[in-house]
C-alpha cells in the first residue's frame, strides 16, 4: 500500500535508445519517468539541499490551474519560507523519508503517505529530519474564495489512516482515498488518491470541466487519452486539460495508484484573466 514511486535521477546512457513515450498534444501531456533525469532538476530561492523536478506549471496550452513539483530535500535540508506568493494554498504529500512540516506554529511529522493542506496565507516551514532524503510531491494553486464559504483550515493525515471510498457498482476494484469531504465548498479542489485493482476499469470516456494532473504511484496500466491509447507505470505523470477525453484498463500484476488533481467547487469564470469578459469594478 505505501510502495510509492519517486524519481531516480542520474542520466540515461549513452548507449540507450532516444525512443520514449513522451506525449505532449494540445488536450493531454505524459512525462515519463525516465524523463526525471538530473538534467532536467530546478532548484528553489529559499530552500538549502533541495532539488526538484517542476512537471506542471500554468501556461498557454498546459495547466491553467495548479503547479506540481516533485521535491527532493536531502538531511537537514528544507526551508523557512517556503513560497513567497501568500495567495498560494499548498497540498503536500511524502513518498519517501521524513519531514517535519510547521503551520502557524504547530509542528507535524510526515512519513510515507502524509498528507498536508496548508490554506493560503498560512505562515509554514518544513525540514528533512530522517537520516534519508525527503522525497514528497507539492502542489501549489491561487485559492478562490466564494461568497458566504469560509475559508479552509490546516490539516495533516496519512492515508493509511482513511478509509477509501468504493465507486459504486465495481465490486471493490476502483477507490478513491479522499483527503477531504467532497461536498465542502471551502475547498476549491481535490487532491485524492485513486486505487484500481488488477483488471478494474474506467468503463466510459470521461469528458468534464475539471482539469487534472495524475502521477502514477505503483503499477500499470493503459489510458484513453482524448483519441490515443498510452502506456503508463509508476513514475509516470499525466496532465488531462477540461474535457479531454479519458479512460483506463488497470493491467496488473498489482494495484494501479496515481495522486489526483482536480478542480472542483467554484463558478466558471466569465471575466478577467482566462475569460472573455472585461473584469468587474
Same mark, same amino acid.
Given at each position: 500500500?505505501?510502495?510509492?514511486?519517486?524519481?531516480?535521477?542520474?542520466?540515461?546512457?549513452?548507449?540507450?535508445?532516444?525512443?520514449?513515450?513522451?506525449?505532449?498534444?494540445?488536450?493531454?501531456?505524459?512525462?515519463?519517468?525516465?524523463?526525471?533525469?538530473?538534467?532536467?532538476?530546478?532548484?528553489?530561492?529559499? &530552500?538549502?539541499?533541495?532539488?526538484?523536478?517542476?512537471?506542471?506549471?500554468?501556461?498557454?496550452?498546459?495547466? @491553467?490551474?495548479?503547479?506540481?513539483?516533485?521535491? @527532493? /530535500?536531502?538531511?537537514?535540508?528544507?526551508?523557512?519560507? !517556503?513560497d513567497p506568493d501568500l495567495g498560494a494554498e499548498?497540498?503536500?504529500?511524502?513518498?519517501?523519508?521524513?519531514?517535519?512540516?510547521?503551520?502557524?506554529?504547530?509542528?507535524?511529522?510526515?512519513?510515507?503517505?502524509?498528507?498536508?493542506?496548508?490554506?493560503?496565507?498560512?505562515? &509554514?516551514?518544513?525540514?528533512?529530519?530522517?537520516?534519508?532524503?525527503?522525497?514528497?510531491?507539492?502542489?501549489?494553486?491561487?485559492?478562490? !474564495?466564494?461568497?458566504?464559504?469560509? /475559508?479552509?483550515?490546516?490539516?495533516?493525515?496519512? @492515508?493509511?489512516?482513511?478509509?477509501?471510498?468504493?465507486?459504486?457498482?465495481?465490486?471493490?476494484?476502483?477507490?478513491?482515498?479522499?483527503? /477531504?469531504?467532497?461536498?465542502?465548498?471551502?475547498?476549491?479542489?481535490? /487532491?485524492?488518491?485513486?486505487?484500481?485493482?488488477?483488471?478494474?476499469?474506467?468503463?466510459?470516456?470521461?469528458?468534464?470541466?475539471?482539469?487534472?494532473?495524475?502521477?502514477?504511484?505503483?503499477?500499470r496500466a493503459v489510458y484513453k487519452l482524448n483519441?490515443?491509447?498510452?502506456?503508463?507505470?509508476?513514475?509516470?505523470?499525466? &496532465?488531462?486539460?477540461?474535457?479531454?477525453p479519458q479512460a483506463c484498463y488497470a493491467a496488473? !500484476?498489482?494495484?494501479?495508484?496515481?495522486?489526483?488533481?482536480?478542480?472542483?467547487?467554484?463558478?466558471?469564470?466569465?471575466?478577467?484573466?482566462?475569460?472573455?469578459?472585461?473584469?468587474?469594478?
Amino acid at each position: 500500500m505505501t510502495d510509492y514511486h519517486f524519481p531516480q535521477g542520474g542520466l540515461p546512457p549513452q548507449t540507450r535508445l532516444m525512443t520514449g513515450r513522451a506525449v505532449f498534444t494540445e488536450a493531454y501531456a505524459v512525462i515519463p519517468k525516465g524523463c526525471f533525469s538530473d538534467i532536467v532538476v530546478s532548484y528553489l530561492p529559499g &530552500w538549502t539541499q533541495t532539488r526538484l523536478w517542476l512537471i506542471a506549471r500554468p501556461m498557454t496550452g498546459f495547466s @491553467e490551474t495548479f503547479s506540481q513539483y516533485v521535491m @527532493e /530535500v536531502s538531511p537537514g535540508g528544507g526551508s523557512d519560507a !517556503p513560497d513567497p506568493d501568500l495567495g498560494a494554498e499548498h497540498f503536500l504529500f511524502v513518498t519517501d523519508g521524513l519531514v517535519t512540516v510547521t503551520i502557524d506554529g504547530q509542528g507535524h511529522d510526515l512519513d510515507a503517505g502524509g498528507y498536508a493542506y496548508i490554506p493560503a496565507g498560512a505562515q &509554514w516551514t518544513l525540514l528533512a529530519e530522517g537520516p534519508t532524503p525527503a522525497r514528497f510531491h507539492w502542489l501549489r494553486k491561487l485559492y478562490e !474564495p466564494a461568497p458566504g464559504v469560509p /475559508v479552509p483550515q490546516a490539516f495533516v493525515t496519512n @492515508e493509511k489512516l482513511i478509509t477509501p471510498i468504493t465507486m459504486p457498482d465495481t465490486n471493490g476494484v476502483w477507490a478513491t482515498t479522499r483527503f /477531504v469531504d467532497p461536498t465542502d465548498l471551502s475547498h476549491d479542489c481535490h /487532491v485524492n488518491i485513486v486505487t484500481f485493482q488488477p483488471g478494474g476499469v474506467i468503463p466510459f470516456e470521461e469528458t468534464h470541466v475539471m482539469e487534472h494532473g495524475l502521477y502514477v504511484l505503483q503499477g500499470r496500466a493503459v489510458y484513453k487519452l482524448n483519441q490515443d491509447w498510452v502506456e503508463v507505470e509508476a513514475g509516470d505523470f499525466m &496532465w488531462l486539460r477540461a474535457y479531454c477525453p479519458q479512460a483506463c484498463y488497470a493491467a496488473g !500484476p498489482g494495484p494501479f495508484r496515481y495522486l489526483l488533481y482536480k478542480d472542483v467547487n467554484r463558478h466558471a469564470r466569465l471575466r478577467g484573466p482566462g475569460a472573455f469578459g472585461a473584469a468587474l469594478r
